[in-house]
């Protein structure tokens, strides 16, 4: 789904509700050599199809990449609820410190409970924090919105590492 106005290249992902034919390849490569897949800058309904294929191709590890702050437009709470009842990781990264953004990232950390979250950031970019202190703004700022320590650990550091299979 395009969703912004510029004029440049775009490859559609999904097509009348399947995946095209080369994210498909893509699946299956992830699927074989047990890779982690994320879906990239997809849309909500994008990103259903996209996890519903990767399951039925056997893709073992599916995260879904920035889900509130995705430039394919954010996922619906709903959205978010079916994905992770697939089993699959939905991403929160920092996006800067509002406290609407903060609420809207504990909403997301309780409705699908921690052991479905993955914590992360964009940054790296020259006028953005350095992503430790990023990270550590984004920890502070979910604990202040009454996350526990524990629920972050187990969001920054025991499901990344089961994500990539470094943990059972």
Known sequence: MKLTRQQRPFAPVVRDGKVVPEVAQVIAIAARNNLVLETGHSSGSEDLVIVEEARRQGVQNVMVTHAL????????????????????YIELVYGGLSEDLLRRDAEVIRAVGASSVVLS?????PNNPLHTDGL????????????????IVQMSQTNPAKLLGLKP
């Open 69 to 88: 702050t995705n430039p394919g437009g954010p996922l619906t709470l709903s959205e978010i609820q079916q994905i992770a009842r697939l089993g699959v």
């Open 121 to 125: 950031t964009d940054l790296g970019q």
């Open 136 to 151: 550590l703004a984004f920890y502070k700022g979910l604990v202040a919105q009454g996350i526990s320590e524990a629920d």
